[in-house]
């Protein structure tokens, strides 16, 4: 399995330790250049999306669509508000934060539903939920 990691600091020390039983390539990338994104079987971005504005986030998405073989997986791991809106503390602090730091972006957090709705916007088939610990949540997408 391959992953690109948008973000190198803890993934490269993931890398130096994993990389005896599996094939883990850590790339840094300017995501918004004109270039596509390299093509592996998984992307992540971790706490990436939360700090753009819609047509960003969805831009992202794209490119990470365009860049998965059939059957590859997109992972935003995030501080995803619950759909509802009500019980991630959290996820709904850190979204004002977000709009607070990086007013001119836009930038906000985002519930499950939220993302499945936009992955389903670029082309994935389907998307799955994966609670981790404390705040955090990994969504997926699948091409």
């Known amino acids: 399995m391959v992953m690109t990691p948008m973000e190198l600091p803890v993934f490269k020390r993931i890398a130096a330790v994993v990389e005896s039983w599996c094939s883990l390539q850590v790339q840094d990338i300017d995501f918004f250049a004109d270039s596509p994104f390299p093509s592996y079987d998984v992307i992540t971005m971790?706490?990436?999306?939360?700090?753009?504005?819609?047509?960003?986030?969805?831009?992202?998405?794209?490119?990470?669509?365009?860049a998965l073989p059939a059957g590859g997986a997109f992972i935003a791991i995030e501080?995803?508000?619950?759909?509802?809106?009500?019980?991630?503390?959290?996820?709904?602090?850190?979204?004002?934060?977000?709009?607070?730091?990086?007013?001119?972006?836009?930038?906000?957090?985002?519930?499950?539903?939220?993302?499945?709705?936009?992955?389903?916007?670029?082309?994935?088939?389907?998307?799955?939920?994966?609670?981790?610990?404390?705040a955090n949540s990994a969504a997926v997408a699948y091409k």
Not at 94 to 118: A, H, Y
């Open 46 to 66: 971790g706490m990436i999306l939360h700090d753009w504005g819609l047509e960003k986030k969805k831009l992202l998405m794209q490119k990470a669509y365009d």
């Open 79 to 134: 501080m995803l508000i619950d759909d509802q809106r009500q019980q991630n503390i959290w996820g709904l602090t850190k979204s004002l934060d977000m709009l607070m730091e990086f007013e001119s972006e836009g930038s906000f957090d985002f519930t499950f539903q939220d993302f499945t709705r936009w992955a389903k916007e670029v082309g994935f088939k389907r998307t799955e939920l994966i609670y981790l610990t404390g």
